[in-house]
């Protein structure tokens, strides 16, 4: 039995088959109608979501499957102070797979320690979120035609955001990628993603607070929300919240064939007038959300 708790479990070959399983999904709805008649899928988010949540719900049943699950704390027994093992143990026996999501780091892997069946991990704190980096790479993927030779700009929170951790790591295994890291100084990447994956990987990188100063390089920018629910006080959120705002204007020493992408929910870091730009490809992301969940589901199911 696999787990998905970490994008390192998978290897690049694996990604690059959910890749394509997704890609066939894009093509062929209809052969994948029912491949998981009769599974149930249990989707426990003890943080509020929109997109993570409800694209697992959406891919299981479009797969032809059911959903059953709870999407705040308080409305789990985890308010009586229940134990994430006990849960994950109770919930195995209700269902064939279980989606997590948690604010305690590690919270899915202790799940999966005690479940009996597969857990993934759906955002653990600030730590890892493997769905969506599979999410962006078959975006990237489909604009781009490839996940080799990128130079990739992460923007705005990147010390609290889960998901520019998970995405570093997997693009650390591809060949010619270059990261560009575009933040304030006190949101800046955690040291243990610097050393333990981008200088232990020798993927070159950069480090500014200036997001127009390298904005003509960039093939991908990954914009990013600040994770006010992380901060420790609300006057460093109000002070930083507005660091960084992708307008038009900002885009113009930008590459023509640039992709943005966002994992959203976006606040003000992208302004609407971005939307209309062909280069605006985060809701384009959001779609990919899905495919990319229904061709993991299926695997994790062994489903063929
Ligand atoms: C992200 C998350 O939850 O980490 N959202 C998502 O899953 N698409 C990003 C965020 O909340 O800012």
Redesign the pocket.
């Known amino acids: 039995m696999r787990h998905l708790i970490d994008i390192l479990e998978l290897s690049t070959a694996e990604i690059d088959g959910l890749i394509a399983k997704a890609d066939d999904i894009i093509a062929n709805p209809g052969q994948y109608a029912h491949k998981c008649d009769g599974k149930i899928l249990a989707t426990l988010f003890f943080?509020p979501?929109t997109?993570?949540r409800l694209s697992f719900e959406s891919a299981m049943l479009r797969l032809g499957g059911q959903v059953l699950g709870f999407s705040e704390a308080a409305s789990s027994s985890a308010a009586k102070g229940e134990s994430v093992a006990d849960t994950a143990r109770t919930v195995s026996c209700y269902s064939d797979i279980i989606a997590m999501?948690h604010p305690k780091e590690g919270a899915p892997l202790v799940a999966s320690m005690h479940a009996t069946v597969p857990v993934i991990n759906?955002?653990d704190g600030g730590h890892n979120?493997p769905t969506?980096t599979l999410?962006d790479l078959l975006t990237i993927h489909r604009e781009k035609g490839r996940l080799n030779d990128l130079t990739v700009g992460f923007c705005g929170?990147l010390k609290f955001?889960?998901?520019v951790h998970s995405l570093i790591s997997a693009l650390s295994r591809y060949t010619g990628i270059k990261i560009v890291l575009v933040a304030p100084e006190e949101l800046k990447l955690p040291s243990y993603v610097r050393q333990n994956v981008l200088e232990k990987n020798n993927i070159p990188y950069t480090q500014t607070t200036d997001l127009e100063s390298v904005m003509p390089e960039l093939d991908i920018l990954y914009m990013?929300?600040v994770?006010r629910e992380r901060f420790f006080n609300e006057e460093d959120y109000l002070r930083l919240k507005d660091s960084y705002i992708l307008t038009p204007e900002k885009l113009e020493s930008a590459k023509k064939d640039l992709c943005i992408l966002h994992?959203?929910?976006r606040v003000n870091e992208i302004s609407v007038a971005v939307d209309s730009d062909p280069r605006a490809c985060y809701f384009k992301q959001v779609d990919c959300?899905r495919y990319i969940r229904m061709a993991l589901i299926m695997k994790l199911l062994e489903v063929e």
């Open positions: 943080e979501s997109r993570t999501r759906a955002g979120h969506q999410t929170d955001g889960r998901t990013t929300r994770q994992p959203l929910p959300g």
